[in-house]
């Protein structure tokens, strides 16, 4: 029988080689840390700002966001095993929620410098027929901006999925008013 992992180090490396052997390595290895370099760089983030996480599924982005320095929290509904094991393991903290069309965050007793969601899947309705519509939006983007330091940022990649249904063209044009930058399913508010 394998020896059982003792060390925090030892359990994580685990998690990636099961990760790995779902086929998940390439994933891990250079979409995570693609994006997380580029937000990082786009943002221009100092050290110690303060970055929250919507669906931040097992942490990826956060963990590395950690190393650069930056004082994180997640948000995520906590369904699954394996992303809560590797949020514990990251060392990472998060909160546990479930986002729905017109209810509030709840308070994290802070604001943020960043609020990103990276393929956010929250914008939907519970059976998955349609994306939130124009007024589910604003109601969450109005607070979200409730979260924001005042030179705040967000930066939302939306999971628009295959024929695009959960980000329809009124979506990008309601983003685009409230002065966005969207580029494909990226979605950034800042200066
Ligand atoms: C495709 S995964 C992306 C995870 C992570 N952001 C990443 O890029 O690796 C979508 C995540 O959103 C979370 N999620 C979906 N609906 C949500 C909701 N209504 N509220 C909070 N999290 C949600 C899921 O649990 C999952 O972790």
């Known amino acids: 029988m394998a020896d059982k992992p003792t060390t925090p180090d030892e359990k994580l490396q685990n998690e990636f080689n099961r990760w790995a052997q779902a086929g998940e390595g390439e994933k891990m290895e250079f979409h995570h840390l693609d994006i997380t370099e580029k937000t990082l760089r786009l943002m221009d983030l100092r050290p110690g700002e303060r970055v929250l996480d919507l669906g931040c599924g097992s ?46 965050l709840p308070d994290f007793g802070r604001k943020f410098d960043l609020i990103t969601a990276f393929s956010a899947a929250f914008n939907r309705t519970e059976d998955e027929s349609r994306g939130w519509n124009a007024e589910e939006w604003k109601f969450f983007l109005d607070d979200l901006d409730r979260h924001l330091t005042p030179d705040g940022e ?36 800042g200066s």
Not at 74 to 100: A, H, K, M, Q, Y
């Open 154 to 189: 967000i930066l939302l990649e939306i999971n628009s999925g295959k024929d695009k249904r959960y980000f329809p063209f009124e979506i990008r044009d309601l983003f685009l008013k409230r002065g966005a930058r969207v580029e494909g399913e990226r979605v950034f508010f």
């Open 59 to 104: 942490g990826f982005f956060l963990f590395l966001a950690k190393q650069f320095g930056h004082a994180c929290v997640g948000l995520d509904v906590g369904d699954f095993p394996l992303s809560n094991e590797l949020i514990g393991l990251f060392g990472l903290e998060r909160v546990t929620w479930r986002i729905r069309a017109f209810q509030p």
